[in-house]
């Protein structure tokens, strides 16, 4: 079993920046691959970035040059550094950690970000 806590959400301008934190816990040693997710309302929760163990680091095109997803494996905590941030950005954030013995992906209880215009 994996935990995680997402934290970091809130209201900014248009402009802005945030920095959200998915804090890990349980059996992190089983985690690959994490990623961030959003869902804005009435609409399906799609990627934004993702990271795996070694690194490598996967971004959706409307994010890219704005979003940087980054994880500290000493603090068992992925982030993800938004900058410049527009209206459509606006969304619940989910963590999503992916486990491969068995394969399971567990997720985050999410984070509201709201960006102004």
């Known amino acids: 079993q994996v935990q995680l806590v997402e934290s970091g959400g809130g209201l900014v301008q248009a402009g802005g920046s945030l920095r959200l934190s998915c804090a890990a816990s349980g059996s992190i040693f089983s985690i690959n691959a994490m990623g961030w997710y959003r869902q804005a309302p009435g609409k399906q929760r799609t990627l934004v970035a993702a990271?795996?163990?070694?690194?490598?680091?996967t971004y959706a095109d409307s994010v890219k040059g704005r979003l940087t997803i980054s994880r500290d494996n000493a603090k068992n905590t992925m982030y993800l550094q938004m900058n410049s941030l527009k209206p459509e950005d606006t969304a619940v954030y989910y963590c999503k950690a992916r486990v491969s013995t068995p394969i399971n992906d567990y997720w985050g209880q999410g984070t509201q970000v709201t960006v102004s215009s």
């Open positions: 990271i795996t163990s070694a690194g490598s680091t």
